[in-house]
């Protein structure tokens, strides 16, 4: 018995699978464009669509919320900082420590840094203030014991903010996240010093750096500040 293949009716259906791919008319190319950076002539409105203190705040929180003047303040690394490897992680030139990123990751400016071992007549003149205190000679004593770092960092409000980010003098009462609350347990040995206002450290940059800091300016200036 010889067996025929039944006739169908139906085609045979053709797969007609093409591989996805994107069609550029013309090569991709990126366009390195000048930021955007909001015109100058339209800050002032910007400012003053911002929600302000009531007029009877006290005069300190009445100013406005982006008012801010360049300011320098005077920041030091003690010995027990520096022994402590709190400045640097591997080396001095290598890579810079967690201290001195702080005041950089803010958006603060370097101007001038000294790694130095203090006389004890510079100490005490540093410390002139404080030299009728009961504790002056131990300071003057702790600050000689070891080399320092002295630096000038410069910002909008870096006097306020840097003490801040230093935390309280007394680290039990320094909160966590500032650099006396994660380091510091005694308060002689509080790791930093940080001018405490605008003119003491005119004073004091003046006395460290007699022979003026570095005039420079980031190119992220424009994406930290608004001028």
Request: hydrophobic content about 40%.
């Amino acid at each position: 018995m010889i067996l025929f293949p039944l006739p169908t009716t139906e085609k045979p259906v053709q797969a007609n699978i093409k591989q996805a791919r994107p069609s550029f008319s013309s090569p991709l190319t990126l366009d390195a464009s000048p930021p955007l950076l909001p015109h100058p002539s339209i800050a002032p409105s910007l400012r003053s669509a911002l929600p302000q203190p009531h007029p009877c705040a006290p005069a300190d929180s009445r100013r406005p919320l982006l008012e801010g003047t360049m300011e320098q303040t005077f920041i030091m690394i003690k010995p027990d900082g520096v022994q402590r490897g709190l400045l640097l992680t591997r080396s001095f030139l290598a890579q810079i420590g967690d201290i001195i990123s702080r005041f950089e990751k803010k958006g603060f400016y370097l101007k001038g840094m000294k790694f130095m071992n203090v006389e004890r007549s510079f100490a005490q003149q540093h410390y002139a203030d404080l030299s009728d205190k009961p504790f002056f000679p131990g300071l003057v004593e702790y600050i000689i014991s070891g080399p320092v770092v002295a630096m000038v960092w410069e910002g909008k409000d870096v006097v306020l903010t840097g003490r801040r980010i230093i935390g309280a003098t007394r680290p039990w009462e320094a909160a966590p996240g500032t650099i006396r609350g994660d380091y510091a347990v005694e308060v002689g040995r509080n790791v930093i010093h940080g001018s405490d206002s605008v003119e003491n450290g005119k004073k004091e940059i003046a006395l460290w750096f007699p022979e003026g800091v570095a005039q420079w300016k980031s190119n992220l200036h424009p994406w930290i500040y608004e001028a």
